[in-house]
């Protein structure tokens, strides 16, 4: 299994303002992903991460939006540009591997994020 | 592309009563299904998954899950419940071939509520 963790916890922000959301993983990982959870909601996936290639976007997400960085393989940063109360969810990281009985996703605590 | 579908959005029963949380799933190849719970202010949990071995799953927490390839369906049953059990579920589907690794597709969630 692997071990995530993700900085900020939380954060309230303003509107207008961006927000970059740290994922460190304890091992190496080819991809990594990044998912929402709206109030409420279902998790949504945003985009995958490849280290060394551009992130693949989901429909709806774009990378002015979101960019994301994937400098090495236990990394990746996620930004929530010109943040408004819509942006306001839990951002969660995750990275795939095989557990006992084969693949698996393992996910991070989540960043809830407040947009004021 | 792959999908799918919780049939309740709310369950309820009491404990020490059997749990049956409902899942319906489309995938263009054969799939991965796993459920995840999401207690209040927790992060998300691996309950249980399938990925093409025995069609009985047997999780965490006294909880399995079916794969029933006829009915494209991966239900979550528990044979009493307890008051902890209360949370969020998530069906969750992924084509992941071992070639490589898409995303996971979220179902909508249900929520399970224990009366005493």
């Known amino acids: 299994s692997a071990v995530i963790s993700q900085k900020p916890s939380r954060d309230i922000c303003q509107r207008g303002t961006s927000l970059t959301i740290q994922c460190q993983v304890d091992?190496?990982?080819?991809?990594m992903f990044w998912y929402r959870q709206q109030p409420g909601q279902s998790l949504t996936l945003i985009a995958t991460?490849?280290?060394?290639?551009?992130?693949?976007?989901e429909s709806g997400f774009v990378i002015d939006k979101f960019p994301i960085s994937r400098p090495n393989l236990t990394f990746s940063t996620l930004t929530v540009s010109n943040m408004s109360p819509e942006d306001s969810s839990i951002y969660l990281c995750?990275?795939?591997?095989?557990?006992?009985?084969?693949?698996?996703?393992?996910f991070g605590p989540g960043t809830r994020l407040t947009v004021t | 592309a792959q999908s799918v579908t919780q049939l309740d959005s709310h369950v309820s029963v009491s404990e020490g009563t059997p749990v049956l949380l409902r899942c319906n799933y489309s995938?263009?190849?054969?799939?991965?299904l796993f459920w995840y719970v999401q207690h209040p202010n927790k992060g998300l949990q691996l309950l249980l998954k399938?990925?093409?071995?025995?069609?009985l799953v047997k999780g965490i927490n006294g909880f399995e899950a079916e794969f029933k390839k006829s009915e494209t369906s991966f239900h979550l049953t528990k044979p009493s419940a307890h008051m902890s059990d209360a949370a969020e579920y998530f069906c969750?589907?992924?084509?992941?071939?071992?070639?490589?690794?898409?995303?996971?597709?979220f179902g909508k969630g249900t929520h399970l509520i224990i009366q005493p």
């Open positions: 995750s990275v795939d591997g095989h557990g006992q009985g084969g693949y698996e996703q393992y």
């Open positions: 091992s190496q990982v080819t991809m």
């Open positions: 991460a490849n280290q060394g290639s551009e992130a693949t976007y």
């Open positions: 995938s263009s190849y054969s799939p991965s």
């Open positions: 399938y990925t093409s071995a025995a069609t």
């Open positions: 969750v589907v992924s084509d992941y071939s071992g070639g490589g690794a898409d995303g996971l597709t």
